[in-house]
């Protein structure tokens, strides 16, 4: 048999794909194709690229069963969470009171407190406001005053509850204006 032999020829010829030539550029994948030194290169990025990949897919499942994890968040409001959702109502209404409310305004504002207090869904929280109101009477001349009272009675609970005092004078950029660092624009 002649080198020029066809079927010779054919013989010579990896019966597997990766000594191949596709139309005679050499295969990426072939190591006989590539220096040795190039070859490995390809190799280590290849694994890099396939260890990332696992780590993805890896800390990708965690988050899903971390979510599954997660409390659903349409459940009813537990004391904590009517608590936050409250404060945020109230500050937020003393926040845009008017500064020279009408006396209806004020009897509205009044009225409101007073029925919160009869109807807050959490018993002991509501009697205790009760007495509150009592002992301080609600302050509601104007925007100021009313942010001002609401702010020192959301305090006397955090205290009755060990929870740290809030700035008073900071009640404003809490709830009405934002941080004067600007961090809330
Ligand atoms: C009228 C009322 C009575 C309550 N009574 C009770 C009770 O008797 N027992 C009980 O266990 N829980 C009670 N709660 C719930 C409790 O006050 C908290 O809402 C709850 O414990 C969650 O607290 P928190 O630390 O997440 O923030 P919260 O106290 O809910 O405050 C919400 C946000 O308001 C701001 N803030 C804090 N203090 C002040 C302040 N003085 N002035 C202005 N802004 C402020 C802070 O930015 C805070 O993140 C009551 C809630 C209300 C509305």
């Not at 066809?6 to 019966?15: G, L, N, V």
């Not at 069963?65 to 659903?72: I, Y």
């Not at 500050?91 to 009869?118: C, G, I, Q």
Request: with cysteine.
């Amino acid at each position: 048999m002649s080198e020029t032999d066809p079927s010779s020829f054919r013989r010579q010829q990896p019966e597997h794909g990766f000594a191949s030539h596709r139309q005679g550029k050499p295969d990426s994948n072939c190591r006989t194709c590539n220096d040795f030194k190039s070859w490995s290169k390809q190799q280590r990025i290849i694994s890099n690229v396939q260890n990332s990949k696992d780590k993805h897919m890896a800390a990708a499942e965690k988050l899903t069963v971390n979510a599954a994890e997660l409390p659903r968040e349409d459940c009813p409001l537990d004391k904590v969470s009517l608590g936050i959702s409250t404060w945020g109502l109230l500050h937020t209404m003393a926040a845009f009171y008017s500064d020279n409310p009408t006396d209806n305004e004020k009897r509205d504002m009044k009225s409101f407190f007073e029925v919160l207090s009869r109807l807050y869904p959490c018993e002991f929280c509501a009697k205790d406001f009760r007495t509150d109101l009592t002992v301080n009477p609600i302050n509601v001349n104007s925007q100021k005053e009313l942010s001002s009272w609401l702010c020192m009675f959301h305090n006397r609970v955090n205290d009755k509850l060990g929870k740290p005092l809030f700035d008073c004078s900071k009640v404003n950029e809490r709830w009405r204006d934002g941080w004067l660092d600007g961090s809330c624009d």
